[in-house]
């Protein structure tokens, strides 16, 4: 089983400032099922980034993914009030046997 | 892109089992890959399991004992059966496409989510 650990599972900043999430893999994972969600209290998910970088329809280009291999990283170039929330990432294992994994989250708070 | 809506019993026994359902609207349950996730309070996310689009499902392993994911074409519905439930399974479920583009696969359509306690 491929665990995604996520860091820090708080991060403090300010508004105007940078985020920078990461997300690393207990084992080499395929970039291209590699992908990053928004969640503020009381909705659903929503999906920010596929497949490690490719941004979702909607999302603005202030949020920006790298990575590959074990290691993976979220940026949030000048953070805005809505941005405020818990991110996941999260691994699709295409080989049997097939599973869904999730990071345990990066709460990003205001400072 | 269509919308999803999760319905199913706010409260359920332990050791009876749980039936939720998805409904699927402007657009088809054909041809996609469905997913259920849950979250118990405060808590991460959790993967349930996934149906693809030839019917062969896939479950996490701590819970494929117990979960059941099935798709009725006729009503445009996904559903999770979870059976021997017990207070731990308390949290918010949640239903989602499995989408895949070229060869990337990520869930970009999300049900609102139904709370479920598990509780006598």
Not at chain 1, 74 to 99: G, K, M, N, W
């Amino acid at each position: 089983e491929n665990a995604l650990t996520q860091s820090p599972g708080i991060l403090s900043l300010s508004p105007g400032e940078r985020a920078t999430l990461s997300c690393r893999a207990s084992h080499s994972v395929s970039s291209d099922y590699l992908a990053w969600y928004q969640q503020k209290p009381g909705q659903a998910p929503r999906l920010l980034i596929s497949g490690a970088s490719n941004r979702a329809t909607g999302i603005p280009d202030r949020f920006s993914a790298s990575g590959s291999g074990t290691d993976f990283t979220l940026t949030i170039s000048r953070l805005e009030a809505e941005d405020f929330a818990v991110y996941y990432c999260q691994h699709y294992t295409s080989s049997a046997p097939r599973t869904i994994t999730f990071g345990q989250g990066t709460r990003l708070e205001i400072k | 892109q269509g919308q999803l809506q999760e319905s199913g019993p706010g409260l359920v026994k332990p050791s009876e089992t749980l039936f939720l359902t998805c409904t699927v609207s402007g657009g088809s349950v054909r041809g996609h890959y469905w997913t259920w996730i849950r979250q118990p309070p405060g808590q991460g996310l959790e993967w349930i399991g996934f149906i693809n689009d030839s019917g062969g499902t896939h479950y996490n392993p701590s819970l494929q004992s117990r979960a059941l994911i099935s798709v009725d074409k006729s009503k445009n519905q996904f559903s999770l059966r979870l059976s021997s439930v017990v207070t731990a399974d308390t949290g918010r479920y949640y239903c989602a496409r499995l989408n895949y583009y070229g060869p990337l696969y990520y869930m970009d359509v999300w049900g609102k989510g139904t709370t479920v306690t598990v509780s006598s």
